[in-house]
């Protein structure tokens, strides 16, 4: 039988995705047992003491074994983690050493939201890519530069090595892992009985668009504020680096690196955030929509809006406002 570590690390991991893996395994193994068959994993919580405070101290956590007892592992699963992250890096070093080891000797190793921290410490996923929460992807790229990181997935599958968004998405992780190692009839099962859909893919949906101003290139904050409160308006950003005096090029330069995206990027996802946020809680027609952000052609507002949420206009009014007229 093989076996399966759920970390418990230091650093008030998030005990649903601890207990969600440990869950969704354990009901795996159950509907192999109960169709008469071996159950494949034997699962384990793995620590880095024999009790963890979590939540503050409302919950506690007893790992089977701490991490130093267990020789071989076959699949390590790294928790999603708070969000002091130089510190919780540090606290786990050890306990990451260990992880590289693991894989190194033919294990896999999946992280689940802001796991990909710990996970990108350990430099197993230098030149990959991986996924984490949207809301955290600014402070993961100044982290891990080396690090392809792809937000917009919920899934990423490289050498072995498995990482999703955010928050509960981790479930649409675990179902994955299941149906590789169990078989789709499995997968659907625990699918259907976690009450989760299978197969989803992107997080993009879910995603909110907060520009990053934790900078001090103080002419960028500059044009930030001007793309934020002009979002009704054709923008060009050649016309924006004059009023400040900047360079073309040395404007997308400065822009790229104050932000982690372009000039054209950010405009466009300001725009789009605000047409989300008026399909969300208006009647608006999708062209009302549209004229609203500064947008004249219809193909290209729609072609920005699905390559940004993974949905159309329409989807994406008719999935989050209930009370919008069908066009």
């Not at 354990?26 to 024999?50: E, H, M, S, W």
């Amino acid at each position: 039988m093989k076996h399966i570590s759920v970390l418990v690390p230091y650093g008030d991991p998030q005990i649903v995705s601890i207990v969600g893996a440990y869950k969704a395994f354990g009901r795996a193994n159950k509907y192999f047992i109960d169709a008469g068959r071996n159950p494949l994993f034997t699962v384990q919580l793995v620590g880095n003491a024999r009790e963890h405070k979590v939540d503050k101290g409302i919950f506690s956590i007893h790992p089977h074994v701490l991490f130093t007892e267990v020789i071989r592992t076959d699949l390590v699963i790294i928790p999603a983690i708070n969000w002091d992250f130089p510190e919780v890096l540090e606290a786990n070093k050890e306990m990451m050493a260990w992880v590289t080891g693991q894989y190194k000797n033919g294990a896999e190793v999946a992280s689940m939201c802001t796991g990909a921290f710990l996970l990108a410490d350990t430099g197993l996923l230098k030149g990959r890519s991986c996924s984490t929460h949207w809301l955290a992807a600014h402070i993961f790229r100044r982290m891990f530069p080396d690090v392809n990181l792809m937000v917009e997935k919920l899934i990423t599958d490289e050498y072995g090595i498995y990482t999703n968004g955010g928050a509960f998405s981790f479930l649409h992780l675990l179902l994955y892992l299941i149906e590789k190692y169990y078989g789709r009839e499995t997968a659907i099962y625990c699918a259907k009985f976690l009450e989760v859909d299978i197969d989803r893919s992107s997080q993009s949906a879910f995603m909110m668009f907060m520009g990053m101003k934790d900078h001090q290139d103080e002419e960028i904050k500059k044009a930030q504020s001007f793309i934020e409160t002009n979002v009704d308006k054709k923008i060009s950003i050649e016309e924006l680096a004059d009023s400040l005096a900047i360079g073309r090029r040395n404007f997308d330069r400065r822009f790229i690196k104050a932000t982690s995206t372009t000039p054209v990027e950010y405009l466009q996802r300001v725009k789009m955030e605000f047409a989300k946020k008026s399909l969300e809680s208006s009647r608006k027609t999708v062209s009302e929509v549209m004229y609203d952000v500064g947008y004249s052609d219809q193909k290209a507002f729609r072609e920005v809006f699905k390559r940004i949420t993974g949905l159309s206009p329409l989807e994406y009014r008719n999935k989050y406002n209930k009370e919008a007229l069908v066009m």
